[in-house]
């Protein structure tokens, strides 16, 4: 059972084969016998998800259920729960029982499906290996010493270790892509607007972007299909048609032309990943298509230019967390002051400090010319080699990460480093365009994602490429030993 894809899940469902309650129940007790060597989850909802489940099987049995009606799944924590704790991995919002439904999370719900649990995640999705988050770190089940990427590692994890069949993540400059790359799974992240982020804990909002993580392009689209389109609750969502994802996976690839930007076969990249990428590049060709060098100049400053927009809104956003009105208050303030600075200073984890202070500095005056309004004009630079590159070719392909997965603790000391492994995916968040990381071969025992990149809104697409490749290839079937 646990080696079944959504898609499959879904059939048993409607064939009989087994109930939501016991396909639930089945998850749930392998999350409890299994997860302490893997720390995916933070909450575990046994008593809401057997509810769940029994009122789908009752819409099974009334005939008036959907596709998705009885699949359990887990949110990463940021999605804010109803009555459940949302604690997007912080100490900070460790008692924070949400009192409404982030969009995505109650489309689910409309839609039948089942809440196993709340996953793990880098503080405030602050991060590339999940070490940053207040519960201690997510571990890849591919070698449980190394990190499973972030900020949604808890995500990846719990896909990659069968401990939930697919799972919701946030992608603000990699954070999708990159754990899935590191675990072996698929992970897209949407357009910025694609899906709404209300009710989404807000990192850095002109970026962050709500997606799908699964073992399959194809589970991919059934989720996309659930959390895409229009929210009154979000005026940054766009208000564009959603079409049918599972309807467009078919489509043969002949002709597909696809780019190749030379940045991305630059000095930091590991020489296996380079070569994993290209044999999936000529599996490509196999399947029909046609590819070409293309140019993305200033990919490099990707990191600069991201390393202060992302701080400086974070600065913004995260001010409202002051130990006043929900969240942690520190012990015995003497004064308001000592209550702002004590409930700030205890609640939040060193990293998200260091990137207040940074965001703080971009956006003061004197430093904001120099730094913040600089970084907007680099992102316009790249938002504009994207919209170039896409005149010529229909996807972009490339690495996902510059290295399989690292060893827990070899980065954690060492910023800069850390943020380099996101040379590949930040760029596509400052220019809010969707990209995907399948898995496309493995180097050491250790998986490799595949990166494609596609032009607004072409989700459909994107998930078409993935999976005629997936149809072609077994490294999506790839197990972790020992799961
Ligand atoms: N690793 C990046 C960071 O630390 C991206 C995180 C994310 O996408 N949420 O900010």
Redesign the pocket.
């Known amino acids: 059972m646990f080696d079944l894809t959504l898609a499959e899940l879904a059939k048993g469902l409607q064939k009989r084969e087994f109930s939501s309650v016991e396909l639930t129940q089945a998850y749930l007790s392998r999350i409890h016998d299994k997860d302490s060597l893997y720390n995916s989850y933070i909450t575990v909802c046994d008593q809401q998800a057997l509810k769940q489940a029994a009122a789908a099987d009752a819409r099974i049995e009334q005939g008036d259920a959907g596709l998705f009606t009885g699949l359990p799944i887990a949110h990463k924590d940021l999605f804010c729960t109803k009555g459940i704790k949302t604690s997007c991995g912080s100490r900070i919002l460790d008692n924070f029982i949400s009192p409404y439904d982030a969009t995505l999370v109650s489309r689910f719900n409309e839609a039948g499906a089942v809440t196993l649990g709340k996953t793990n995640m880098?503080e405030f999705?602050?991060?590339?290996s999940t070490e940053n988050s207040y519960f201690g770190p997510s571990r890849n089940p591919w070698d449980t010493e190394r990190v499973p990427g972030?900020?949604?590692g808890g995500s990846a994890v719990a896909v990659s270790a069968r401990l939930a069949p697919a799972t919701t993540g946030?992608?603000?400059?990699?954070?999708?892509r990159?754990p899935a790359a590191l675990c072996g799974i698929t992970g897209i992240k949407p357009t910025y607007g694609r899906v709404s982020r209300y009710g989404m804990v807000a990192?850095?909002s002109s970026?962050?972007q709500a997606g799908p993580m699964t073992r399959t392009a194809e589970d991919a689209a059934m989720m996309l299909q659930v959390m895409a389109g229009a929210d009154p609750l979000d005026s940054t969502c766009a208000d564009q048609p959603v079409p049918d994802y599972l309807a467009g996976l078919n489509t043969p690839l002949d002709g597909l032309k696809i780019g190749l930007p030379k940045e991305f076969f630059a000095d930091e990249l590991d020489p296996a990943i380079a070569e994993q990428v290209q044999n999936a590049i000529r599996e490509y060709e196999k399947l029909g298509a046609s590819v070409q060098e293309i140019s993305l100049p200033n990919t490099r400053l990707s990191i600069p230019a991201?390393?202060i927009l992302?701080p400086a809104e974070a600065s913004t956003n995260l001010s409202r967390f002051d130990g006043v009105r929900y969240g942690y208050r520190c012990a015995d303030p003497k004064d308001l002051e000592d209550l702002y600075k004590r409930s700030r200073g205890e609640g939040f984890g060193s990293?998200v400090q260091r990137?207040i202070l940074v965001g703080t500095y971009a956006l003061s005056e004197g430093y904001y010319d120099a730094y913040y309004r600089k970084a907007q004009q680099i992102r316009r630079l790249i938002q504009q080699d994207y919209i170039n590159a896409l005149q010529q070719v229909d996807v972009i392909m490339g690495p996902t990460t510059p290295h399989p997965a690292f060893r827990i603790g070899e980065k954690s000391n060492d910023p800069v480093s850390?943020?380099m492994?996101?040379i590949f995916?930040?760029s596509l968040?400052l220019a809010g365009l969707p990209g995907m990381s399948i898995p496309c071969g493995q180097t050491a025992g250790l998986p490799v994602g595949l990166q494609i990149i596609g032009n607004y809104f072409a989700e459909a697409k994107l998930l078409n490429v993935a999976h005629q490749f997936q149809l072609a290839t077994d490294w999506h079937k790839q197990t972790p030993a020992g799961i």
């Open positions: 880098d999705a602050m991060g590339s972030g900020s949604s946030s992608d603000t400059g990699g954070s999708i990159q990192y850095a970026f962050d991201y390393y992302a990293e990137r850390m943020y492994e996101d995916t930040l968040n």
